[in-house]
């Protein structure tokens, strides 16, 4: 006899999908999409519908219960989170629940839905006669229909109007769902979209053939900040609007990029679009409620960070990622995926366009683009042809030890606050001073669960762990020697801004780091006290390098450009050239041309120097020839397995046993290690990790493909986390 079977990907590490038996009551609610509840062994778990078909059930289990009315994704994007957990070597069901917005992992439908009254005009002709209920109907018959929240965008209290309405006969109520958006009442300016520039024309027409066209079309979009690459995505997503298919793009921070949400919503809001933003920022609710316009096919537009690369659009025409560079598209913990590269994956399945976009694309992006791999669009020059910032590297090697401003820099802050003009410190760096140290016996104080020095903060006091939260009050006296001579070493960005205050008692001081910016609101205040002029100088980690466009700033500087160079990573140099691109960026975005002093010991390394010279091709051809001789991306693959446990002897020999298993199997795949991580310790684990490394794909897959036997080796109590193209080791 044939049933109903249901795949089902059940939300926990298990290898492959399971089938169960849909009952004939649950015939109708079972549709691909739907989360489900399954026997599992003794227990009962979640577990995502991902196909269904007649077949033999035989010994088949069946299907508890069916937790959502409507399915959470659609069956075209089944086979993109397929192919996501296997190039990732990572469970399909925890990619599903990765995926899903937060807070549907659980039992049931968690999250209560939210319904409103709907208004509809009738076809009752005339009018009534109060002024208020004239507007309210009005409005409504122009729209057809209209609920309670969207009336109240135009008249704060129809209800009373609404009520009288319906009696009247000229309106009639029914129920709908209330989807909670924060952005919904925020008010739009509209923008006109300007003449495209002679090379932004170029572009658009090298886009025109891929746009048009139903097939996988990426393309790098290289140009410089300011060079009218947004420009480029809103006219493009109009094309796309256009053939009736939607739009994702991928940003690396909403919170930090307002402007560029701002844009959007001022070109599309009220016209052929529907724009759902999702970020850290909202609610469980406003999450799940925008999750579930967009899988219903009422929105056009979906922007947001990283998690948004799953969002249930389906007529995908276009994909952006923009600065495609960012290394916060990849996700550090749990399901590792880049954001970017699995964008180039769903682009291809779903034969749209994708176009990234960087003023500094990764090293791996431009040689793809170099290879042919993806197209290669660029916008050489500033709109309105401003001109790039000059910029000077500060060799710290003439500053006195102990000073952390060299006098070139502290003439031009100076030139800068008596032209009136705003200037930008980057210091990647929060707090007081990185360490304290003791002065008679050299005493550092270290995190109890993850072995790195305490950063010192001032303001409250405080000596914390940036890693995991934990806080104690300095001590008075060094608990080693019981000297009294303990002090701040180093520098952070709140010791600068004291140290400015000093110096210049008359200018306007600020800083913008995650301690100033953890209040909601913060962030945005400081951005529009910057834009109204009120701040002189703005100190800031890399958040003041962000996306902002203030045109008042022309001078930028960077007080300490070795503190990313010398990060243990082969990235660094990638990473210091972009950020400095990045941060030289803020300057002269106005009237005023920019300048940029850069501070640094390594004033020959080719990352600054190229930087200073605004040479990426310089720069990506040292990098690239460096990489190919170590076989790093993009000449080589990197697969990093992280052991970790609380028990540090037993992750050492896990680690051991794993290696040895894996050298018999590696082929022409190196095992590197095992090693401590750059973290030995973080959050009170002991961590290690075994590297490898391939010149081919396959090779390294087929090795991958032997882990979750391997898996099944290891010991309680010690975690074996996989990271494919790891971005931090
Ligand atoms: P990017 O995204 O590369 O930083 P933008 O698209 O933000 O560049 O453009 C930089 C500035 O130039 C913005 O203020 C934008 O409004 C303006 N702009 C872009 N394209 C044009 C154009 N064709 N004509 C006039 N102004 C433009
Ligand atoms: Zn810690």
Known sequence: MSSLIATVAIAAPIDKPLSYLVPDSLRESARVGVRLRVPLGRRQAVGYLLALAEGDPAGLKPV??????????????????????????????????????????????????????????????????????????????????????????????????????????????????RRRDPFLDLPVTPDASATPTAEQAAVLARLE??????????????????????????????????????????????????????????????????????????????????????????????????SAVFAPLDKLGIIVVDEEHEASYKQGEGFRYHARDLALLRGQMAYATVLLGSATPAVTTFQRAQSGQTGYLELRGRVLSRELPQIELVDLAATPFGEHLSAP???????????????????????????????????????????????????????????????????????????????????????????????????????????????????????????????????????????????????????????????PDFRSAERTFALLTQVAGRAGRGELPGRVIIQTRNPDHYALACAASHDYRGFYEQEAAFRQELGYPPFGHLVNLVLSGNDGERVAAAAQELVSALFQAAGEVEVLGPAPCPLAKLRGKSRIQILLKSPTRPSLRRLLARLPALRKKIPAGVALAVDVDPVDM
């Open 409 to 567: 820099l502290l003439t031009a802050l100076e030139e800068n606050l008596t032209r009136g003009e705003q200037s930008l410190l980057l210091l990647n760096r929060r707090g007081f001073a990185p360490y304290l140290l003791c002065a008679d016996c050299g005493a550092t104080f270290r995190c109890p669960n993850c072995e790195i020095t305490l950063t010192f903060h001032r303001q409250n006091r405080l000596l914390r762990c940036h890693y995991c939260d934990y806080q104690q009050t300095p001590p008075e006296l060094c608990p080693n020697c019981n000297g009294g001579n303990i002090h701040p070493e180093g520098i952070g960005t709140e010791r600068l801004e004291s140290e400015l205050a000093e110096r210049f008692p008359e200018a306007r001081i600020a800083r913008m780091d995650r301690d100033t910016t953890a209040r909601k609101g913060a962030h945005q205040s400081l951005m529009e006290r910057m834009t109204g002029r009120e701040i002189d100088i703005l100190v800031g980690t890399q958040m003041v390098a962000k996306g902002h466009d203030f045109h008042g700033v022309t001078l930028v500087g960077v007080v300490n450009a070795d503190a990313t160079l010398n990060f």
């Open 64 to 177: 508890a219960e069916v937790l959502d009315a409507a399915p959470l994704f659609a069956p075209e994007l089944v086979p993109f989170f397929t192919r996501a957990a296997e190039y990732y070597g990572h469970p399909l069901g925890e990619v599903i629940r990765t995926a899903l917005p937060a807070g549907l992992s659980g039992r049931g439908a968690e999250i209560a839905i939210l319904r409103e009254k709907l208004y509809t005009a009738t076809d009752l002709p005339g009018q009534p006669s109060s002024a208020l209920q004239k507007e309210v109907l009005a409005l409504v018959r122009a729209a057809g229909q209209l609920t309670v929240s969207e009336l109240r965008a135009h008249v704060a209290a129809p209800y009373g109007a609404l009520r009288r309405l319906v009696e009247l006969g000229y309106l009639e109520e029914s129920e709908t769902e």
């Open 209 to 306: 053939p891929a746009l048009s066209g139903g097939e996988f079309a990426p393309f790098l979009l290289h140009g410089v900040t300011g060079s009218g690459k947004t420009e480029i995505y809103l006219r493009a997503i109009d094309q796309i609007l256009a053939q009736g298919r939607r739009a994702l793009v991928l940003v690396p921070e909403i919170a930090l990029t307002p402007q560029l949400v701002g844009r959007f919503r001022a070109r599309f809001h009220g016209g052929r679009a529907s724009i759902a933003v999702l970020h850290s920022g909202l609610s469980d609710g406003e999450r799940y409620d925008a999750w579930r316009a967009i899988a219903r096919g009422e929105v056009q537009i979906v922007i947001g960070a990283r």
